[in-house]
Protein backbone atom coordinates (compact mmCIF):
# COMPACT_ATOMS: atom_id res chain seq x y z
CA UNK A 1 0.00 0.00 0.00
CA UNK A 2 1.17 3.03 -1.15
CA UNK A 3 1.54 6.19 1.49
CA UNK A 4 -1.17 8.20 -0.67
CA UNK A 5 -3.46 4.93 0.03
CA UNK A 6 -2.60 5.02 3.64
CA UNK A 7 -3.33 8.67 4.07
CA UNK A 8 -6.28 8.04 1.78
CA UNK A 9 -7.77 5.37 4.31
CA UNK A 10 -6.95 7.39 7.45
CA UNK A 11 -8.59 9.92 6.52
CA UNK A 12 -11.74 8.44 5.22
CA UNK A 13 -12.05 6.68 8.59
CA UNK A 14 -12.39 10.39 9.96
CA UNK A 15 -14.35 11.16 8.42
CA UNK A 16 -17.09 8.17 9.76
CA UNK A 17 -16.23 9.04 13.13
CA UNK A 18 -19.40 10.47 14.87
CA UNK A 19 -18.11 11.72 18.43
CA UNK A 20 -14.83 12.76 19.63
CA UNK A 21 -14.30 9.10 20.99
CA UNK A 22 -15.05 7.84 18.14
CA UNK A 23 -12.59 9.78 16.34
CA UNK A 24 -9.67 9.13 18.90
CA UNK A 25 -9.76 5.64 18.78
CA UNK A 26 -10.07 5.82 15.42
CA UNK A 27 -7.07 7.58 14.97
CA UNK A 28 -5.25 5.43 16.99
CA UNK A 29 -6.62 1.71 15.77
CA UNK A 30 -5.81 3.14 11.93
CA UNK A 31 -2.17 4.03 12.45
CA UNK A 32 -1.31 1.08 13.99
CA UNK A 33 -2.69 -1.13 11.50
CA UNK A 34 -2.18 1.15 8.70
CA UNK A 35 1.69 2.09 9.80
CA UNK A 36 2.10 -1.34 11.22
CA UNK A 37 3.04 -0.26 14.69
CA UNK A 38 3.20 -2.13 17.58
CA UNK A 39 1.55 0.65 19.71
CA UNK A 40 -0.01 3.86 19.22
CA UNK A 41 -1.32 6.26 22.53
CA UNK A 42 -3.49 9.36 21.32
CA UNK A 43 -3.00 12.23 23.99
CA UNK A 44 -5.70 15.64 24.28
CA UNK A 45 -3.86 18.66 25.84
CA UNK A 46 -6.31 19.56 28.60
CA UNK A 47 -5.22 22.95 30.42
CA UNK A 48 -1.63 21.97 30.27
CA UNK A 49 -2.16 18.32 30.73
CA UNK A 50 -1.67 15.55 28.47
CA UNK A 51 -4.15 13.07 29.36
CA UNK A 52 -4.23 9.65 27.45
CA UNK A 53 -7.65 9.42 25.73
CA UNK A 54 -7.00 6.04 22.87
CA UNK A 55 -4.71 3.60 22.28
CA UNK A 56 -3.63 0.20 20.04
CA UNK A 57 -1.76 -1.98 21.23
CA UNK A 58 -1.00 -3.01 24.72
CA UNK A 59 -2.61 -0.17 26.34
CA UNK A 60 -5.79 -1.48 24.76
CA UNK A 61 -6.75 -4.81 25.61
CA UNK A 62 -10.62 -4.87 25.10
CA UNK A 63 -12.81 -2.88 22.48
CA UNK A 64 -11.88 0.96 23.89
CA UNK A 65 -10.62 0.02 26.83
CA UNK A 66 -7.65 1.60 28.12
CA UNK A 67 -5.73 0.23 30.80
CA UNK A 68 -4.32 2.88 33.26
CA UNK A 69 -4.52 5.92 31.60
CA UNK A 70 -1.74 8.25 32.60
CA UNK A 71 -1.67 12.26 32.52
CA UNK A 72 1.43 14.46 31.66
CA UNK A 73 2.12 18.02 32.21
CA UNK A 74 3.22 19.83 29.03
CA UNK A 75 7.01 20.66 29.06
CA UNK A 76 8.16 17.08 31.08
CA UNK A 77 8.47 13.74 29.10
CA UNK A 78 9.05 13.09 25.53
CA UNK A 79 5.34 13.62 25.30
CA UNK A 80 5.54 16.50 27.59
CA UNK A 81 8.95 18.17 25.57
CA UNK A 82 6.63 17.44 22.07
CA UNK A 83 3.80 19.05 23.04
CA UNK A 84 5.93 22.29 24.36
CA UNK A 85 8.04 22.35 21.36
CA UNK A 86 5.78 21.63 18.91
CA UNK A 87 8.17 19.35 16.63
CA UNK A 88 8.50 15.74 16.29
CA UNK A 89 10.93 13.66 18.09
CA UNK A 90 12.57 10.22 16.79
CA UNK A 91 13.96 8.48 19.82
CA UNK A 92 16.03 6.05 18.68
CA UNK A 93 16.93 4.03 21.86
CA UNK A 94 14.92 5.39 25.02
CA UNK A 95 16.86 4.04 27.44
CA UNK A 96 19.74 6.81 26.86
CA UNK A 97 16.95 9.50 26.83
CA UNK A 98 16.04 10.60 30.89
CA UNK A 99 13.03 12.11 29.74
CA UNK A 100 11.46 8.18 29.01
CA UNK A 101 8.50 7.46 31.31
CA UNK A 102 7.48 4.10 32.12
CA UNK A 103 4.42 3.01 31.14
CA UNK A 104 3.15 -0.52 30.50
CA UNK A 105 5.21 -0.56 27.72
CA UNK A 106 8.15 0.27 28.03
CA UNK A 107 9.34 0.43 24.16
CA UNK A 108 13.07 0.37 22.97
CA UNK A 109 12.17 3.43 20.37
CA UNK A 110 9.74 5.97 20.25
CA UNK A 111 8.22 8.53 18.00
CA UNK A 112 5.92 11.73 19.28
CA UNK A 113 4.31 14.13 16.49
CA UNK A 114 2.39 17.39 17.97
CA UNK A 115 -1.41 17.63 16.74
CA UNK A 116 -1.45 21.20 16.39
CA UNK A 117 -4.76 23.15 15.39
CA UNK A 118 -4.16 27.47 15.12
CA UNK A 119 -0.53 27.08 16.95
CA UNK A 120 -1.49 25.57 19.67
CA UNK A 121 -0.76 21.57 20.30
CA UNK A 122 -4.15 20.13 21.04
CA UNK A 123 -2.70 16.35 21.55
CA UNK A 124 0.00 13.95 20.55
CA UNK A 125 0.51 11.26 18.55
CA UNK A 126 3.00 8.93 20.28
CA UNK A 127 4.12 4.97 19.49
CA UNK A 128 6.91 3.07 21.02
CA UNK A 129 8.40 -0.17 19.40
CA UNK A 130 9.77 -3.26 21.06
CA UNK A 131 12.98 -2.75 18.57
CA UNK A 132 15.91 -0.29 18.73
CA UNK A 133 15.89 2.45 15.83
CA UNK A 134 12.64 1.34 14.68
CA UNK A 135 11.34 5.07 13.36
CA UNK A 136 13.27 7.27 10.83
CA UNK A 137 12.18 10.81 9.11
CA UNK A 138 9.75 8.63 6.19
CA UNK A 139 7.40 7.68 9.65
CA UNK A 140 8.08 11.04 11.21
CA UNK A 141 6.76 12.72 7.78
CA UNK A 142 3.76 10.30 7.45
CA UNK A 143 2.73 10.59 10.76
CA UNK A 144 2.64 14.40 10.72
CA UNK A 145 1.02 14.43 7.54
CA UNK A 146 -1.68 12.10 9.80
CA UNK A 147 -1.44 14.29 12.85
CA UNK A 148 -2.24 17.89 10.70
CA UNK A 149 -5.02 15.54 8.86
CA UNK A 150 -6.62 14.98 12.57
CA UNK A 151 -6.14 18.30 13.91
CA UNK A 152 -9.12 19.95 12.79
CA UNK A 153 -11.34 17.30 12.99
CA UNK A 154 -9.99 17.01 16.55
CA UNK A 155 -10.67 20.77 17.19
CA UNK A 156 -14.28 20.40 15.63
CA UNK A 157 -15.10 17.84 17.33
CA UNK A 158 -13.61 19.34 20.67
CA UNK A 159 -15.72 22.35 20.07
CA UNK A 160 -18.87 20.27 19.74
CA UNK A 161 -17.93 18.50 22.87
CA UNK A 162 -17.97 21.62 24.76
CA UNK A 163 -21.06 23.24 23.00
CA UNK A 164 -22.80 20.27 24.28
CA UNK A 165 -21.79 20.25 27.60
CA UNK A 166 -22.39 23.88 27.41
CA UNK A 167 -25.44 23.58 26.13
CA UNK A 168 -26.56 20.78 28.92
CA UNK A 169 -25.44 23.45 31.60
CA UNK A 170 -27.37 25.56 29.90
CA UNK A 171 -30.44 23.88 30.36
CA UNK A 172 -29.50 22.56 33.83
CA UNK A 173 -29.24 26.22 34.78
CA UNK A 174 -32.65 27.53 33.02
CA UNK A 175 -33.96 24.70 34.71
CA UNK A 176 -32.76 26.12 38.50
CA UNK A 177 -33.65 29.63 37.01
CA UNK A 178 -36.81 28.48 36.09
CA UNK A 179 -37.47 26.84 39.77
CA UNK A 180 -35.77 29.86 41.39
CA UNK A 181 -38.12 32.14 39.26
CA UNK A 182 -41.03 29.82 40.31
CA UNK A 183 -40.36 30.08 44.06
CA UNK A 184 -39.53 33.91 43.92
CA UNK A 185 -42.97 34.25 42.44
CA UNK A 186 -45.01 31.51 45.32
CA UNK A 187 -42.93 34.03 47.68
CA UNK A 188 -43.54 36.71 46.52
CA UNK A 189 -47.18 35.99 46.34
CA UNK A 190 -46.77 34.73 50.17
CA UNK A 191 -45.37 38.12 50.80
CA UNK A 192 -48.38 39.90 49.20
CA UNK A 193 -50.86 37.61 50.88
CA UNK A 194 -48.82 38.30 53.87
CA UNK A 195 -48.95 42.21 53.49
CA UNK A 196 -52.52 42.20 52.93
CA UNK A 197 -53.28 40.29 55.95
CA UNK A 198 -51.40 42.97 58.03
CA UNK A 199 -53.70 45.49 56.55
CA UNK A 200 -56.64 43.55 57.26
CA UNK A 201 -55.35 43.51 60.97
CA UNK A 202 -54.58 46.68 61.13
CA UNK A 203 -58.24 47.50 59.09
CA UNK A 204 -59.93 45.51 61.90
CA UNK A 205 -58.08 46.65 64.83
CA UNK A 206 -59.88 50.10 63.35
CA UNK A 207 -63.12 48.57 63.20
CA UNK A 208 -62.88 47.36 66.61
CA UNK A 209 -61.64 50.29 68.08
CA UNK A 210 -64.87 52.26 66.42
CA UNK A 211 -67.30 49.68 67.19
CA UNK A 212 -66.19 50.12 71.07
CA UNK A 213 -67.06 53.56 71.68
CA UNK A 214 -70.77 52.97 69.89
CA UNK A 215 -71.18 49.55 71.70
CA UNK A 216 -69.55 50.87 75.28
CA UNK A 217 -72.73 53.62 75.72
CA UNK A 218 -75.36 51.16 73.81
CA UNK A 219 -74.69 48.72 76.88
CA UNK A 220 -75.19 51.78 79.18
CA UNK A 221 -78.23 53.04 77.56
CA UNK A 222 -79.48 49.61 77.63
CA UNK A 223 -78.80 49.50 81.54
CA UNK A 224 -80.22 52.76 82.32
CA UNK A 225 -83.27 51.47 79.98
CA UNK A 226 -83.75 48.20 81.99
CA UNK A 227 -83.52 50.50 85.32
CA UNK A 228 -86.59 52.80 83.64
CA UNK A 229 -88.25 49.45 82.55
CA UNK A 230 -87.76 48.51 86.33
CA UNK A 231 -89.59 51.61 87.36
CA UNK A 232 -92.02 51.17 84.85
CA UNK A 233 -93.14 47.54 86.00
CA UNK A 234 -92.94 48.90 89.80
CA UNK A 235 -95.71 51.89 89.00
CA UNK A 236 -97.46 48.80 86.79
CA UNK A 237 -98.15 46.91 89.64
CA UNK A 238 -99.15 49.87 91.87
CA UNK A 239 -101.76 51.01 89.43
CA UNK A 240 -103.24 47.41 89.10
CA UNK A 241 -103.24 46.80 92.62
CA UNK A 242 -104.54 50.60 93.78
CA UNK A 243 -108.10 50.56 94.79
CA UNK A 244 -109.60 53.58 93.26
CA UNK A 245 -108.20 52.47 89.59
CA UNK A 246 -111.45 52.26 87.28
CA UNK A 247 -112.34 48.76 85.96
CA UNK A 248 -111.73 49.55 82.35
CA UNK A 249 -108.25 50.38 82.45
CA UNK A 250 -107.39 47.98 84.89
CA UNK A 251 -109.18 45.33 82.95
CA UNK A 252 -106.85 46.68 80.20
CA UNK A 253 -103.61 46.80 82.21
CA UNK A 254 -104.39 43.12 83.03
CA UNK A 255 -105.09 42.23 78.92
CA UNK A 256 -103.08 39.19 77.99
CA UNK A 257 -101.46 41.76 74.91
CA UNK A 258 -100.85 44.07 77.57
CA UNK A 259 -99.06 41.85 79.85
CA UNK A 260 -97.07 40.25 77.22
CA UNK A 261 -95.64 43.04 76.14
CA UNK A 262 -94.56 44.24 80.03
CA UNK A 263 -93.17 40.57 80.48
CA UNK A 264 -91.81 40.56 76.31
CA UNK A 265 -90.03 43.81 77.02
CA UNK A 266 -87.96 42.52 80.21
CA UNK A 267 -86.58 39.22 78.02
CA UNK A 268 -85.97 41.43 75.24
CA UNK A 269 -83.48 43.68 77.07
CA UNK A 270 -81.88 40.36 78.87
CA UNK A 271 -81.03 39.21 75.58
CA UNK A 272 -80.34 42.12 74.21
CA UNK A 273 -77.71 42.70 76.95
CA UNK A 274 -76.48 39.42 76.74
CA UNK A 275 -76.02 40.09 72.89
CA UNK A 276 -73.80 43.43 73.63
CA UNK A 277 -71.52 41.94 75.86
CA UNK A 278 -70.92 39.13 74.09
CA UNK A 279 -69.70 41.41 70.97
CA UNK A 280 -67.89 43.39 73.83
CA UNK A 281 -65.95 40.25 74.42
CA UNK A 282 -65.64 39.10 70.72
CA UNK A 283 -63.95 43.00 70.43
CA UNK A 284 -61.96 42.48 73.07
CA UNK A 285 -60.93 39.53 72.02
CA UNK A 286 -59.86 40.35 68.70
CA UNK A 287 -57.63 43.11 69.90
CA UNK A 288 -55.99 40.79 71.52
CA UNK A 289 -55.50 38.62 68.81
CA UNK A 290 -53.75 41.47 66.91
CA UNK A 291 -52.41 43.54 69.47
CA UNK A 292 -48.69 43.83 68.94
CA UNK A 293 -47.59 43.26 72.20
CA UNK A 294 -44.73 43.91 73.80
CA UNK A 295 -41.90 41.52 73.84
CA UNK A 296 -41.53 41.24 77.63
CA UNK A 297 -43.76 37.84 78.48
CA UNK A 298 -46.61 38.32 81.13
CA UNK A 299 -48.25 35.83 83.45
CA UNK A 300 -50.98 33.83 81.20
CA UNK A 301 -53.56 31.00 81.83
CA UNK A 302 -53.87 28.85 79.14
CA UNK A 303 -57.50 27.83 79.93
CA UNK A 304 -58.20 31.65 79.14
CA UNK A 305 -56.40 31.67 76.18
CA UNK A 306 -58.24 28.81 74.80
CA UNK A 307 -61.30 30.67 75.14
CA UNK A 308 -60.09 33.69 73.61
CA UNK A 309 -59.30 31.69 70.50
CA UNK A 310 -62.67 29.83 70.70
CA UNK A 311 -64.53 33.51 70.71
CA UNK A 312 -62.57 34.80 68.00
CA UNK A 313 -63.90 31.52 66.08
CA UNK A 314 -67.16 31.78 66.51
CA UNK A 315 -68.38 32.71 63.05
CA UNK A 316 -66.53 29.68 61.75
CA UNK A 317 -68.04 26.62 64.13
CA UNK A 318 -71.08 25.86 62.75
CA UNK A 319 -73.89 23.65 63.68
CA UNK A 320 -72.55 20.52 61.90
CA UNK A 321 -69.14 20.90 64.20
CA UNK A 322 -69.34 20.15 68.23
CA UNK A 323 -66.65 21.75 70.29
CA UNK A 324 -65.89 19.72 73.25
CA UNK A 325 -63.67 21.31 76.21
CA UNK A 326 -61.64 19.50 78.86
CA UNK A 327 -59.66 22.35 81.02
CA UNK A 328 -57.97 21.47 84.26
CA UNK A 329 -56.94 24.05 86.17
CA UNK A 330 -53.39 24.81 85.25
CA UNK A 331 -50.71 27.31 86.61
CA UNK A 332 -49.83 30.13 85.00
CA UNK A 333 -46.91 30.28 82.51
CA UNK A 334 -45.38 33.43 81.15
CA UNK A 335 -45.95 34.02 77.36
CA UNK A 336 -46.89 36.47 74.58
CA UNK A 337 -50.99 36.19 74.92
CA UNK A 338 -51.54 37.42 71.35
CA UNK A 339 -48.42 34.77 69.76
CA UNK A 340 -49.86 31.87 71.68
CA UNK A 341 -53.60 33.09 70.62
CA UNK A 342 -52.07 32.98 66.98
CA UNK A 343 -51.40 29.38 67.52
CA UNK A 344 -54.07 28.28 68.73
CA UNK A 345 -56.48 30.26 66.78
CA UNK A 346 -54.35 28.66 63.88
CA UNK A 347 -54.64 24.71 64.73
CA UNK A 348 -58.24 24.84 66.14
CA UNK A 349 -59.23 26.50 62.26
CA UNK A 350 -57.25 23.68 60.85
CA UNK A 351 -59.06 21.54 62.63
CA UNK A 352 -62.19 23.00 61.66
CA UNK A 353 -61.39 22.71 57.95
CA UNK A 354 -60.06 19.70 58.35
CA UNK A 355 -63.84 18.02 59.97
CA UNK A 356 -66.66 17.63 57.62
CA UNK A 357 -70.51 17.07 58.91
CA UNK A 358 -70.70 15.23 62.77
CA UNK A 359 -67.55 17.14 63.15
CA UNK A 360 -65.63 16.61 66.60
CA UNK A 361 -63.26 18.92 67.99
CA UNK A 362 -61.82 18.18 71.70
CA UNK A 363 -60.06 20.56 73.00
CA UNK A 364 -58.15 19.37 76.52
CA UNK A 365 -55.74 21.30 78.79
CA UNK A 366 -53.49 19.20 81.51
CA UNK A 367 -50.63 19.12 83.27
CA UNK A 368 -47.58 16.48 82.15
CA UNK A 369 -44.64 17.44 85.32
CA UNK A 370 -43.36 20.93 84.58
CA UNK A 371 -45.53 21.60 81.62
CA UNK A 372 -48.80 22.80 80.62
CA UNK A 373 -50.24 20.74 77.75
CA UNK A 374 -52.88 21.17 75.25
CA UNK A 375 -54.71 18.16 73.09
CA UNK A 376 -56.07 19.84 69.82
CA UNK A 377 -58.08 16.57 68.45
CA UNK A 378 -60.21 16.36 65.53
CA UNK A 379 -61.89 13.59 63.77
CA UNK A 380 -61.14 14.88 60.02
CA UNK A 381 -59.53 13.76 57.17
CA UNK A 382 -56.31 12.63 59.00
CA UNK A 383 -52.45 13.55 57.73
CA UNK A 384 -50.94 11.21 55.44
CA UNK A 385 -47.83 9.28 56.96
CA UNK A 386 -45.85 11.15 54.05
CA UNK A 387 -46.68 14.50 54.99
CA UNK A 388 -46.31 14.50 58.93
CA UNK A 389 -42.23 14.65 58.70
CA UNK A 390 -43.27 17.61 56.38
CA UNK A 391 -46.12 19.13 58.14
CA UNK A 392 -43.64 21.48 60.35
CA UNK A 393 -41.61 22.75 57.20
CA UNK A 394 -42.08 26.27 55.62
CA UNK A 395 -44.21 26.12 52.47
CA UNK A 396 -45.53 22.50 52.56
CA UNK A 397 -49.69 22.41 52.68
CA UNK A 398 -52.00 19.95 51.80
CA UNK A 399 -54.25 22.48 51.04
CA UNK A 400 -55.88 23.53 47.93
CA UNK A 401 -53.88 26.25 45.73
CA UNK A 402 -55.15 29.76 47.03
CA UNK A 403 -56.51 28.38 50.45
CA UNK A 404 -53.35 27.91 52.28
CA UNK A 405 -49.54 29.44 52.30
CA UNK A 406 -48.00 26.69 54.53
CA UNK A 407 -46.75 29.56 56.70
CA UNK A 408 -49.36 28.77 59.64
CA UNK A 409 -48.38 25.63 61.23
CA UNK A 410 -44.42 26.71 60.69
CA UNK A 411 -44.91 29.56 62.71
CA UNK A 412 -46.97 28.17 65.16
CA UNK A 413 -43.65 25.83 65.68
CA UNK A 414 -41.33 28.59 65.10
CA UNK A 415 -43.33 30.31 68.20
CA UNK A 416 -43.57 27.29 70.68
CA UNK A 417 -40.47 25.99 69.97
CA UNK A 418 -37.67 29.07 69.96
CA UNK A 419 -39.94 31.83 71.51
CA UNK A 420 -41.61 30.06 74.60
CA UNK A 421 -39.02 27.07 74.74
CA UNK A 422 -41.90 24.52 74.44
CA UNK A 423 -42.74 21.50 71.91
CA UNK A 424 -45.31 21.00 69.52
CA UNK A 425 -45.90 16.92 67.87
CA UNK A 426 -48.56 15.94 65.89
CA UNK A 427 -49.95 12.48 65.52
CA UNK A 428 -52.66 11.45 62.94
CA UNK A 429 -54.82 8.34 61.60
CA UNK A 430 -57.87 7.42 59.22
CA UNK A 431 -60.24 8.50 62.91
CA UNK A 432 -58.55 11.39 64.03
CA UNK A 433 -55.49 14.00 64.47
CA UNK A 434 -54.32 15.51 67.48
CA UNK A 435 -51.74 18.51 67.81
CA UNK A 436 -49.73 18.55 71.72
CA UNK A 437 -49.00 21.70 72.30
CA UNK A 438 -46.61 21.92 75.55
CA UNK A 439 -45.29 24.96 77.33
CA UNK A 440 -42.92 25.10 80.34
CA UNK A 441 -44.70 26.68 83.14
CA UNK A 442 -43.04 29.45 85.25
CA UNK A 443 -39.54 28.76 86.48
CA UNK A 444 -39.75 25.03 85.06
CA UNK A 445 -37.37 22.30 85.09
CA UNK A 446 -36.74 21.23 81.47
CA UNK A 447 -35.29 17.55 82.25
CA UNK A 448 -38.51 15.92 82.30
CA UNK A 449 -39.05 13.51 78.92
CA UNK A 450 -41.65 14.46 76.49
CA UNK A 451 -44.70 12.92 76.54
CA UNK A 452 -45.38 10.73 73.13
CA UNK A 453 -48.29 11.10 71.30
CA UNK A 454 -49.96 7.62 70.49
CA UNK A 455 -52.93 6.75 68.45
Known amino acids: MTELNKVGQFATAMLNAATLDDLLWSIAENIGKTLGFDDCVIYLNVNKVLIQKAAYGIKNPNDRELLNSIMIKVGQGIVGAVAQSKVAEVIPNTALDTRYINDEFSGKSEITVPIIFENNTIGIIDSESANLDNYDSHDVELLQIIAN ?8 ALYRSTLQKTQLQLEKTNGKLETSLYELKKNQEILIHS ?126 CHLELNLENLPSIQGNKSKIHQVFVNIILNALQATDKNGLIKVKTYRNNNHACIDITDNGSGIENKNLQNIFTPFFTTKPVNKGTGLGLFICHRIITEEHTGRIQVSSNDNETTFRIMLPFINANYEEKSLTLQH
Do not use: W
Open 195 to 320: EKMASIGLLAAGVAHEINNPLSFSISNLTVFKDYYDHIKEMHEKLISHAEMPLELKNQLLSEDYSHTITDIANIVEETNEGLLRIKNIVSDLCGYIRKEDRNFSNFDINDGIKTAINVLKGEINND
Open 149 to 156: IAAPRIAS
